[in-house]
Antibody, heavy 121, light 107 residues
Framework: EVQLVESGGGLVQPGGSLRLSCAAS????????MSWVRQAPGKGLEWVST????????YYADSVRGRFTISKDSSKNTLYLQMNSLRAEDSAVYYC??????????????WGQGTLVTVSS | EIVLTQSPGTLSLSPGERATLSCRAS???????LAWYQQKPGQAPRLLIN???SRATGIPDRFSGSGSGTDFTLTISRLEPEDFAVYYC????????FGPGTKVDIK
């Protein structure tokens, strides 16, 4: 059974940093692309970042490029999102999600339960 | 960059009725890289449809997707009580984008 469990959310001041983790199990983590998607309170879904399963290439939304870094440790089956220079508008529930297929464009077939990030002074 | 719009914003229907949700793209979505997700309050999204018309694993056949190019539709043939939720379309080329969602609520 595929499981994704996020952690690391919390309250942080504007300009601060936070690292989110997503522990994965039930599938060959190293083979699949993984993404972070966020959802501000009462709002819709916003794609944040993706890391490719095949070659580790990384992709970012314009809103976070240069501030956020996605990475993974396949030996620990864990996905990360390092978030720096945080802004109030980064406040959201952050979901990690697995891509449906190993290669190419694919939707997200498994999601974690999410971790809440609040950026406020 | 492809932008998605969804209509209507809210759909008020009764159990047993048919729901038709629309997703329109600002430019053609190549190879029908279009997905639909369902999200209930306090829960993560769930993948319903990928490739515009293929049901994901375990999704009941009352859910169907259709369309190509710039116009896509999610149809729920007969609404069950558990189907009242928010539905998002997503194009998953690069960069992936979600539509703003359609809320299906009980009339």
């Amino acid at each position: 059974e595929v499981q994704l469990v996020e952690s690391g959310g919390g309250l942080v001041q504007p300009g601060g940093s936070l690292r989110l983790s997503c522990a994965a199990s039930g599938f060959t983590f190293s083979s699949y692309g993984m993404s972070w998607v966020r959802q501000a309170p009462g709002k819709g879904l916003e794609w944040v970042s993706t890391i490719s399963g095949s070659d580790g290439s990384t992709y970012y939304a314009d809103s976070v490029r240069g501030r956020f870094t996605i990475s993974k440790d396949s030996s620990k089956n864990t996905l990360y999102l390092q978030m720096n220079s945080l802004r109030a508008e980064d406040s959201a529930v952050y979901y990690c999600a697995k891509k449906l297929s190993r290669t190419g464009y694919a939707p997200l077939d498994y999601w974690g339960q999410g971790t809440l990030v609040t950026v406020s002074s | 960059e492809i932008v998605l719009t969804q209509s209507p914003g809210t759909l008020s229907l009764s159990p047993g009725e048919r729901a038709t949700l629309s997703c329109r793209a600002s430019q053609s979505v190549s190879s029908s890289y279009l997905a639909w997700y369902q999200q209930k309050p306090g829960q993560a999204p769930r993948l319903l449809i990928n490739g515009a018309s293929s049901r994901a694993t375990g999704i009941p056949d009352r859910f169907s997707g259709s369309g190509s190019g710039t116009d896509f539709t999610l149809t729920i043939s007969r609404l069950e009580p558990e189907d009242f939720a928010v539905y998002y379309c997503q194009q998953y080329t690069s960069p992936p984008r979600f539509g703003p969602g359609t809320k299906v609520d009980i009339k």
